[in-house]
């Protein structure tokens, strides 16, 4: 993997940390509730991998196959606002 700023190859792995101490870190999506949050329903870990050479963090969001496979069908090309009035 290469860094998204600077395209190097040296980046280390690792993770972020918030005043709790607590090294999962985790994605929660926008549609999902905090209540089903909280018990770690619909939540993705996070990879975290910082470049040696300018000091870039990235972040990965680990999805599962099920992710992938409800939201890929809005890849590509979107239809404009005409194009979706006049398909109903």
């Known amino acids: 993997m290469?860094?998204?700023?600077?395209?190097?190859t040296n980046l280390i792995e690792g993770s972020i940390l918030d005043?709790?101490?607590?090294?999962n870190k985790y994605f929660k999506p926008k549609d999902v509730s905090a209540f089903k949050a909280a018990?770690?329903?619909?939540?993705r870990e996070i990879t975290a991998l910082g470049c040696v050479h300018c000091g870039n963090l990235q972040c990965i969001v680990n999805f599962i196959d099920e992710d992938k496979r409800n939201h890929q069908n809005f890849d590509g090309r979107q239809p404009d606002l005409l194009e979706r009035i006049e398909s109903e």
């Open 2 to 8: 290469n860094c998204a700023a600077c395209g190097s």
């Open 19 to 23: 005043n709790s101490g607590s090294e």
């Open 39 to 43: 018990f770690g329903y619909g939540v």
